[in-house]
């Protein structure tokens, strides 16, 4: 299976500052058609998962555009431009290039210093 | 609206069953990928397992530790996904989601997850 990580496992913020989350798959998540399938999803406190990016850098209907992913290969990452009172919450990546299983890092906290 | 309710968790005793039902609205449910996805209380997340719409074959895929004692169906007069879980363990304890295609173009419907908690 891919197993995916990411740093840090806790990241507190300024508002109004940016911030940076990492994920790493122990294997390229290129596939066959080209395509790299790694997700990001928001889960807010008390709240149900909500995916923010698709496919590296693709940002979903209604996702604020100080959401960003970029990176390739195994290597990537998720930036808030400027982070807000509503980013706080956990983050996880997700690979779907080599399944099953789908495979999700273990999370990133978001809080505000 | 894509919209997904799931429903049917509750306590169980270790080695018993549980089905849980997904009841979709607001999209094409026959022709949708599904998933089952489960967060351990205080947890991250971990895929579950995946049908695909019968026009793509209908393929069944399921995460290791569940395979053999979970089983994933559909019924597709009735806009409904299921879960069938057998020999239940304590590891089994999470909140269990419902989600449309986690890979597609258009965001996963998520619903508010039912709880299954499995202790003697």
């Known amino acids: 299976d891919v197993v995916m990580t990411q740093s840090p496992l806790s990241l507190p913020v300024t508002l109004g500052q940016p911030a940076s989350i990492s994920c790493r798959s122990s294997?390229?998540?290129?596939?066959?058609?080209?395509?790299?399938?790694l997700n990001w999803f928001q889960q807010r406190p008390g709240h149900s998962p909500r995916r923010l990016i698709y496919?590296?850098?693709n940002r979903d209907s209604g996702v604020p555009d100080r959401f960003s992913g970029s990176g390739s290969g195994t290597d990537f990452t998720l930036k808030i431009s400027r982070v807000e009172a509503e980013d706080v919450g956990v983050y996880y990546c997700m690979q779907g290039t080599h399944w099953p299983p789908f495979t999700f890092g273990p999370g990133t906290k978001v809080d505000i210093k | 609206e894509e919209q997904v309710v799931e429903s049917g968790g509750g306590l169980v005793k270790p080695g018993g069953s549980l089905r849980l039902s997904c009841a979709a609205s607001?999209?094409?449910?026959?022709?949708?990928?599904m998933n089952w996805v489960r967060q351990a209380p205080g947890k991250g997340l971990e895929w579950v397992g995946r049908?695909?719409?019968?026009?793509?074959?209908?393929?069944?895929d399921y995460a290791a530790p569940v395979k053999d004692r979970f089983s994933i169906s559909r019924d597709d007069s009735k806009n409904t996904l299921f879960l069938q879980m057998d020999s239940l363990k304590t590891e089994d304890t999470a909140l269990y989601y419902c989600?449309?295609?986690?890979?597609?173009?258009?965001?996963?419907?998520w619903g508010k997850g039912t709880a299954v908690t499995v202790s003697s």
């Open positions: 989600t449309t295609d986690l890979l597609g173009k258009i965001a996963p419907a």
């Open positions: 607001g999209f094409t449910f026959s022709n949708a990928w």
């Open positions: 294997q390229s998540l290129v596939s066959s058609d080209g395509n790299t399938y």
């Open positions: 496919k590296v850098s």
């Open positions: 049908i695909k719409s019968k026009a793509s074959g209908g393929t069944i």
